[in-house]
């Protein structure tokens, strides 16, 4: 079984700061296509941001500029780092990999819980 488990979501003002970290843990050989997606009241979840194996990334429109995605296979983490928070971010943020086990020789896609964010004033 594989997990994840996003921390570090929070309250924070308008052009405040946070960064985001997510954990897999089980019997993984290799993680690939990581990202984050994010759902705000009354939205559809959206991609925020992905990094592939080789750490090719790709954003959002909106986060263009001010958030970044990395990732650290040693300790098979992603992260996102997110600057210059606006109140249009606020949204619970959804850590996505794709993760090969030892038991499987394809990619498996899992989701973590989700950490609320909140930008206000």
């Known amino acids: 079984q594989v997990q994840l488990v996003e921390s570090g979501g929070g309250l924070v003002q308008p052009g405040g700061s946070l960064r985001l970290s997510c954990a897999a843990s089980g019997s993984i050989v290799s993680m690939w296509l990581m990202g984050w997606y994010r759902q705000a009241p009354g939205k559809q979840r959206e991609l925020v941001a992905t990094?592939?194996?080789?750490?090719?990334?790709n954003y959002a429109d909106s986060v263009k500029g001010r958030f970044t995605i990395s990732r650290d296979n040693a300790k098979n983490t992603v992260y996102l780092q997110m600057d210059r928070l606006k109140p249009e971010d606020t949204a619970v943020y959804y850590c996505h990999a794709a993760i090969t086990t030892i038991s499987t020789d394809y990619a498996v896609a899992h989701w973590g819980e989700g950490t609320l964010v909140t930008v206000s004033s």
């Open positions: 990094v592939t194996k080789g750490g090719s990334t």
